[in-house]
């Protein structure tokens, strides 16, 4: 009996990616930017019952701004095309 010869092929992609449990880049960095989208709308609610209207708008612009980058990372290389398009 001989002993099997070692393995020369690299493994294939599906046994190199990451385990599940643990978030990507683009995901993580896309929870901050919800964060940063709920933050900006709370502040904004603060900014409109103080009747700021200046600083409630550029905080809503600021949320959608993050939401939209945060959509962007979660389409990914492939579904950016589609999202720009809608």
């Avoid at 393995?7 to 978030?23: D, K």
């Avoid at 896309?30 to 708008?57: F, G, K, N, P, Y």
Wanted: proline share 7%; charged share 30%; net charge positive.
């Amino acid at each position: 009996m001989s002993t099997p010869e070692p393995m020369t092929t690299p493994a294939p992609a599906a046994s190199r990616r990451r385990p599940r449990g643990r978030l990507g880049r683009n995901e993580r960095m896309a929870l901050r930017l919800d964060d940063i989208a709920v933050q900006s709308e709370r502040d904004a609610a603060a900014a409109v019952m103080a009747h700021d209207d200046v600083t409630a708008r550029e905080l809503l612009e600021r949320a959608g701004a993050a939401r939209k980058a945060a959509s962007l990372l979660r389409a990914g290389p492939t579904g950016v095309r589609d999202l720009l398009a809608s």
